[in-house]
């Protein structure tokens, strides 16, 4: 960094730069930028990336913004708001960098009422959650427009009016350079026929000055995003693909003028118009191949949520992209809300932290309307569906909630190599063209633009994520959803599984209940009933399920102890439900071999419930199996009643381990990652929350309603529990495949060098060859792991 760059922007400061502390600025705009990141002691922005900053164009944002005090265009574009909190989404076509993202992601620094901020780098948008009392939406966009990371705020659907207009002008690109180059054909077509070179003179300079006009349009406008895209690149230290294409067609057009205006003809004109045609051609096809080969849209799609709809007085279970405006669901304690609505009976205690990140309950009363997202927390509530779901905005929820140390992944490992990979060819060119300068510069040039545009590290950096991305498509047809790609390649590095027991390795719907105690009258059975329905823990649903249908009582301030039990008023009598010591206080020294679930109503102890566990069909063969490739591990909430029948299961005692709090359980998966181990846990969801969030991979076992669990990075369905062991090992399969589809890349890289350095491949073949490897590579992995999947995941 000199006195003469912008200590912001990096731009030329010119004879007068603007002072301040010393420091020289290209103008006022980035000085106020500096001084406001300086005040707020966030300096670090310059060390991610030194001169990272967008130069201010000098406009007045004064009033811009005045519109998002209009109320019901606030309500349009915000995603979510209450009482304090509101959650918005802004695209901010300024983000290049890793210095935006770090600005951006800490804008809390600079306003204490911003609760969060997260940017999606690719869709260049910035997610903020800001209390609105403290700071209103247009103070929020003129404050990051005052950093000069504007945002462009539509009412349209940002991405599809966006990527229409994209497309809009790569096919004019495309449209340009296909008329260029068959006009251009035409002009050289003598030069490849028998007696070309006896074309009179006069021809000869007409047809290449005629040719030199045509290319213009094509060299310095389809090729812009070319020379865009290497450029920031190389102001940011990052070499990237675009740069080699860009300098092989700055040389061909550069050698081709020569030939034009020195020496008559037409040089390689043609060969630059049809580089850059198929250039533009194979972008368009691989964008379109990219969109039929999504995985993130069709992960989406599989995604599963089920919800409980009332209808006639009758609770159904409903996959929740069937919900419609004006249906009646039932939301039990800490289950999601999955839709805007409103409440119509019962009280709303909503749980916002997994949409704002505050943990603080909101109140909510009759007919209050309740977003999306929340939680319950509390007795059950009933709700009348006001807006359709959009699965994606949950999708998106689940992957905002994860709180996990991210490792360095394979993908960012590859994207490295991708970028030394890229440095080797520019050498390899430049080692080329002073090979063949000595023989004949057309020659050189030819040779080095070849070996620019053949070499293409896409093929090597997009093997992992369209590999990934097809596993985690094939497991949630399979019955398996991932969170995203990173949790196939912790699957595939595990070497231990803990279980949960009650709800993960047992058949909920199927438990014995017997009831050992005085008789209970209908009226009990009744209150009873009630108050478990609220609960959505895999006991309360069997004691649900085994008593008799009945009318259903108003339970009032329901609570549910996680490991403890349940309590609540119903008709004014406290009725509590769970462990010895959670109803009677006292904890009992006695053994049972099964489990319990001991009543008392209104202080009377009325019994207790024994539940006989029936375990999940194939469970010992699947254990066995795990058993011989990995170390197992069983912690369980419930006592040792079933420690002999366990053992036998899973052949350790050791490793069995009953009455363990959810406290216990989440300190023994840190105990085992200290260790070194790479856990993979399974557990129901509920108890095990903390357990799953400290194991490297959380895993939750589905019956029916598939809940969210912001801890947990899969959820498996119950019906494909027997396939568990077949989903960790295709986990291996997979990255079999990945190793294959580098081996075909750099053996497409390798051949294709040696025919250009040699000067027998031309850059119009290698202007088609280089997207066609990108798409050979996408074909191969998908097709491979569709194939694979249908062998290995049947059944």
């Not at 994860?402 to 994207?415: C, G, Q, Y």
Request: proline fraction near 3%.
């Amino acid at each position: 960094m000199t006195t003469s760059n912008c200590l912001h922007c990096g731009s030329d400061n010119g004879k007068t730069p603007i002072m301040w502390n010393d420091k020289a600025f290209c103008c006022h705009g980035c000085s106020t930028v500096y001084q406001i990141l300086n005040e707020n002691q966030m300096g670090e922005y310059y060390k991610i990336q030194p001169m990272s900053g967008i130069k201010i164009v000098t406009d007045s944002q004064s009033g811009k913004f005045a519109f998002l005090d209009n109320e019901e265009i606030r309500q349009n574009l915000l995603d979510f708001t209450d009482e304090n909190v509101s959650k918005i989404r802004f695209f901010i076509p300024a983000i290049h960098c890793a210095s935006c993202i770090w600005l951006l992601e800490n804008l809390s620094t600079l306003d204490t009422a911003i609760k969060y901020s997260s940017v999606n780098f690719p869709k260049k948008e910035v997610t903020v959650t800001f209390n609105h009392n403290k700071l209103s939406l247009r103070q929020l966009a003129e404050l990051l427009a005052a950093i000069h990371y504007i945002p462009e705020i539509t009412l349209d659907q940002l991405d599809k009016t966006g990527k229409t207009k994209s497309d809009q002008n790569l096919l004019i690109k495309i449209g340009i350079a296909s008329f260029s180059f068959l006009n251009i054909m035409m002009y050289s077509f003598p030069e490849y026929l028998p007696g070309g070179d006896l074309l009179e003179k006069e021809f000869k300079d007409i047809f290449g000055w005629l040719s030199f006009i045509l290319i213009l349009p094509v060299v310095f406008y389809s090729s812009i995003d070319y020379y865009l895209s290497a450029w920031k690149g190389i102001r940011h230290k990052i070499i990237s693909i675009d740069l080699p294409i860009s300098l092989g067609i700055i040389a061909l057009f550069l050698q081709s003028s020569w030939v034009v205006f020195h020496d008559g003809g037409i040089g390689f004109m043609d060969t630059l118009a049809g580089l850059l045609f198929f250039l533009l051609i194979g972008k368009w096809y691989q964008s379109k191949t990219y969109e039929a080969l999504s995985f993130e849209r069709d992960y989406k799609s599989y995604f599963p949520v089920a919800v409980t709809k009332i209808e006639k007085d009758k609770e159904i279970i409903i996959p929740i992209k069937n919900l419609k405006k004006g249906d009646r669901i039932l939301v039990r304690n800490q289950e999601l809300i999955p839709t805007d609505a409103f409440i119509i009976k019962g009280n709303g205690n909503i749980d916002y932290s997994f949409v704002t990140g505050e943990s603080v309950p909101v109140s909510k009363k009759l007919n209050d309307f309740i977003y999306a997202g929340g939680r319950q927390i509390g007795s059950s509530i009933e709700l009348v569906v006001e807006k359709e779901v959009e699965q994606s905005y949950l999708t998106q929820l689940w992957n905002q909630a994860d709180e996990k140390m991210k490792e360095i992944s394979l993908n960012t490992h590859v994207n490295k190599v991708s970028q030394y990979f890229t440095i080797v060819i520019l050498i390899i060119a430049t080692a080329a063209f002073g090979y063949w300068f000595t023989e004949s510069i057309s020659t050189a040039v030819y040779v080095f633009t070849s070996v620019l545009i053949i070499a293409c590290p896409c093929a090597l950096a997009l093997t992992v994520p369209f590999t990934l991305g097809s596993t985690m498509r094939v497991f949630g047809r399979k019955g398996l959803y991932l969170k995203n790609t990173d949790v196939v390649e912790q699957l595939h590095k595990t070497d231990t599984i803990v279980f949960d027991k009650t709800g993960t390795i047992t058949l909920n719907r199927e438990m014995k209940t017997n009831f050992h105690g005085e008789s209970l009258s209908d009226y009990e059975l009744s209150q009873v009933q009630s108050l478990v329905r609220n609960s959505g823990h895999p006991l309360s649903k069997a004691l649900h399920d085994n008593l008799p249908q009945s009318d259903i009582l108003i339970v009032e301030d329901f609570q549910e102890l996680v490991g403890m039990g349940l309590t609540g008023m119903v008709d004014h009598k406290e009725i509590k439900l769970g462990s010895h010591l959670f109803v009677t206080g006292i904890k009992s020294d006695e053994s049972f071999t099964e489990s319990r679930v001991y009543l008392k109503i209104n202080g009377e102890l009325k019994g207790y419930c024994s539940f006989a566990n029936s375990y999940r069909g194939g469970l010992a063969g699947m254990i066995q199996q795990l058993g011989s490739a990995y170390e197992l591990h069983l912690i369980s909430g419930d006592n040792d009643s079933e420690k002999q029948r366990l053992t036998e299961i899973f052949g350790n005692k050791t490793r069995l381990h009953f009455n363990q709090s959810p406290t216990d359980k989440k300190a023994y998966i840190e105990s085992l990652r200290a260790s070194g181990k790479h856990v993979l846990m399974i557990g129901d969801g509920l108890n095990d929350a903390g357990a799953l969030s400290k194991s490297n991979t959380g895993l939750t076992v589905a019956d029916d309603v598939f809940s969210f669990s912001p801890a947990c990075d899969a959820i498996l369905e119950a019906t494909a529990f027997s396939r568990l062991i077949r989903f960790i090992q295709f986990s291996h399969t997979s990255f079999k495949v990945i190793k294959a589809s580098f081996f075909i890349s750099l053996t497409y890289n390798i051949i294709g060098l040696s025919f250009a350095v040699s000067a027998k491949l031309s850059p119009l073949v290698a202007a088609i060859l280089m997207p066609l490897s990108s798409i050979t590579i996408i074909s191969f992995v998908t097709i491979s792991i569709s194939i694979l999947a249908s062998r290995k995941l049947k059944g």
